[in-house]
């Protein structure tokens, strides 16, 4: 001690030596505080017996603590840093967190009653004290609606896109532009609405499954507009400008050069549009009808449908009606899950290569 | 070099110009262009016919859902012996009906808003959390999973929302009134049982709005040109620092739209709200006690036992909801398209 402090009593003018970097916080310290807040998230949950309540004390602990710590040991900027880092970390696990329950739940609920039985046999005869019946009928009815709004929405969103992109420049083309991108907007029970006033009241026909096409169909059009949209504008000009000087009539050229090399986005976008409508309930309460037995014929008398099984049987008074309810959903997830892994499979098989 | 290269150039394309003038080549292009025309231009204009129809189709659908929407509205309107707008009554039946959409428009409002400020923040927080903390390698993938938070069904989350999340809920709603009760809108006047109420229904619709708000929030962060945040980070910020003065400025305009998209979405989900709100006619702030409607909630729930008049109210509510989100959405519509002009003028 004394030493040194002779060596620096005898050069004055000697400064400190400069330090280039700052202090930071040991590495191993955050990953004491994430131990210690384990702990507390299990103390509360042992005193409260709640998941949740410990997940958030958790969580509050470690965001805290590990602040406190980087401001006493670093500075206030990086104290503020982890700070943003934390919170940032877990509105990502907030979001999560209702993913999984969902899923969980329902797998948990729905399994038990999901079986070839369930699939194979509908509503028809099943009284309230059956443990019996199952969803034929209401997939038959999803297939057909669904299948019958593509047939309209596809065609229809694919001409519109391919107009907006190879033809449209003028003020049309901006009109509906915007009009589509409004149509995204238009809540499903307001299509529903719709359908209803003009076909049903206007027309004159019947609730029917292909009323509920309708209202699906305009559910699905914006979207398949936009995707196609999207992916009509990666294809790149030189395939058009070279068919073009070929000879190729632009029609023709739209049809075999620019449609085949866009079609996998084109894909991905028709099955993501599909499983956004598959799942729609609010306007088939309005236009389907409720039919418990086995209807094939979309276009005349009552249908059912996977979501409006399940929003029916949750209101049933029977005892087994929330298995059925459970049993609905899950299938009705599975699908759609399946149709979304499936469209993004599509999508990244069949992906443009950008920038070659 | 190009100098001496220009001469024959010039002396190239005057020859081809001139062998193009030569009249037997314009006599054979000639001959083979006119059929030819024609033919690509029937072809053509057929297409270009069906493909501008379908664009008309989609414009007229759009005006359809207003005039129908307006006429049976008008329709319902007449026999309407309330005041449609000011009224939370909703008789459809009767002598002497009398319907207003007050206490619907209060509802509808109030569960979005709670929607909005849960939701918005959390979408920033994930939307960040995708662009710039996660690493890249994994940031797509995590992408996706928020992304199949929007495939899950309306009616899955009302099922889950009544049964699973509602009962777990009931501990919140007792110890928000507890501590905040003085807050009006936290007061509560039941001792309820129950936590089917505007609040849990504005919690769903956060989950719900979340993955929109997320994707579109997104999709602008990383559109934030690159070399801003390279600066930043280069005069000694930190990330979060770099974020405050790079990300969240440039961003600032897409995340408002982005939440203006999830509010229209949060304004007319029907399903999940109509299975998990103890609804009531009557209009009510407070948040806690079951109670309050919103406009797509009441449509589903009275659609299928109303009389010609009551579907025709229910019809001038849908109006009310129509309006309301077209003039959220076209809001959000055009601040985006601003902003795509202004990023592009920067690229």
Known sequence: MSIVKTDTAAPPAEPKPLQLTRRSMPTWIPWAVAVAAVGVGLLTKAVQGNWALGGFFAGLFY????????????????????????????????????????????VQQGWEKLSPEFLSHSMNGVGPRDDKGGIYHAIIGTLEQVGLAGLIAVPLGLLTAIYLVEYGRGRLARTITFFVDVMTGVPSIVAGLFVYAFWILALGFEASGF??????????????????????????NELREASLALGVPKWRTVLKVVLPTAIGGIITGVMLSIARVIGETAPLLLLVGLSQSINTDPFSGWQSSIPLFVFDQNHSGSRFAPDRAWAAALTLIIIVMLLNLVARLIARWKAPKAGR | MSTSITPESRDNAQRDSGSRRSPKADQAHGADAKPNKTQVRLGDRVFLGLSRGAGITLLVIMAGIAVFLVVKALDALGDNNGNFLTDSTWVTDGSKPAFGVAGLVGGTVISAGIAMLIAVPVAVGVALFITHYAPRRVAQTLGYIVDLLAAVPSVVFGLWGL???????????????????????????????????????????????????????????????????EAALALGATRW????????????PGIISASMLGLGRALGETIAVAMVLSSSQEFTY??????????????????????????????????????????????????????????????
């Open chain 2, 163 to 229: 049964v699973f999340l509602s009962p777990k809920l009931l501990g919140l709603h007792t110890w928000l009134s507890d501590y905040l009760g003085w807050i009006p809108i936290f007061d509560k006047d039941e001792t309820g049982t129950t936590a089917r109420t505007l609040f849990t229904c504005g919690i769903i619709l956060a989950i719900m709005v979340l993955p929109i708000i997320a994707a579109v929030t997104r999709e602008v962060f990383l559109q934030v040109p690159r070399a801003h945040e």
């Open chain 1, 211 to 236: 009323a509920g096409s309708l209202a699906l169909a305009i559910l699905m059009l914006p979207t398949v507009v936009r995707s196609a949209e999207e992916m009509l504008k990666l294809v790149p």
């Open chain 2, 286 to 347: 407070k948040i806690l006690d079951p109670g309050g409607n919103t406009i797509a909630a009441n449509i589903a729930n009275q659609f299928a036992e109303s009389n010609d008049l009551g579907r025709g109210a229910l019809i001038a509510s849908g109006l009310v909801l129509f309006v309301l989100t077209l003039l959220v959405n076209g809001a959000a519509r055009v601040v985006i398209n601003r902003h795509k002009e202004f990023s592009g003028a920067n690229a």
């Open chain 1, 63 to 106: 965001v805290v603590v590990v602040s406190l710590a980087s401001w006493q040991i670093e500075d206030r900027r990086r104290a503020s840093d982890r700070l943003a880092t934390s919170i940032v970390y877990s509105a990502f696990v907030v979001a999560v967190v209702p993913l999984v329950s969902i899923l969980w739940y329902t």
């Open chain 2, 241 to 252: 620092e770099m974020i405050r003065t790079a990300v969240l400025p440039f961003g600032k």
